[in-house]
């Protein structure tokens, strides 16, 4: 079993920046690809950034150029830094894993943290 343990949403106003990490914890597993999912309110859920364990990002649409995903291996933590924020990024930030766990792909969500943009 792998936790997600996420940090650093809040209220901000527009064209500023937050920055969330989300840290994994657990025995016997191996990060493959971790990263941030959101869902507004009335929506469905949006990839909004994703990174494997060596490197290679993938962001959705509506982030691309304001957002930057990272990672730190040796924590297995991840970073988003959210710069430029608009109201339309208020939503509920869910981080994101896949990992190598007793011989097979698991996927593992956090409790999501609240990101809110005033306008």
């Known amino acids: 079993q792998v936790q997600l343990v996420e940090s650093g949403g809040g209220l901000v106003q527009s064209g500023r920046s937050l920055r969330l990490s989300c840290v994994a914890s657990?025995?016997?597993?191996?990060?493959?690809?971790m990263g941030w999912y959101r869902q507004a309110p009335g929506k469905e859920r949006e990839l909004v950034a994703t990174?494997?364990?060596?490197?290679?990002?993938n962001y959705g649409d509506s982030v691309k150029g304001r957002f930057t995903i990272s990672r730190d291996n040796a924590r297995k933590t991840v970073y988003l830094q959210m710069n430029s924020l608009k109201a339309e990024d208020t939503a509920v930030y869910s981080c994101?894993?896949?990992?190598?766990?007793?011989?097979?792909?698991?996927?593992?969500w956090g409790q999501g943290t609240q990101v809110t943009v005033s306008s």
């Open positions: 657990g025995s016997s597993f191996s990060v493959i690809r």
């Open positions: 994101y894993c896949n990992v190598f766990s007793s011989l097979a792909l698991r996927d593992f």
């Open positions: 990174i494997t364990s060596n490197g290679v990002t």
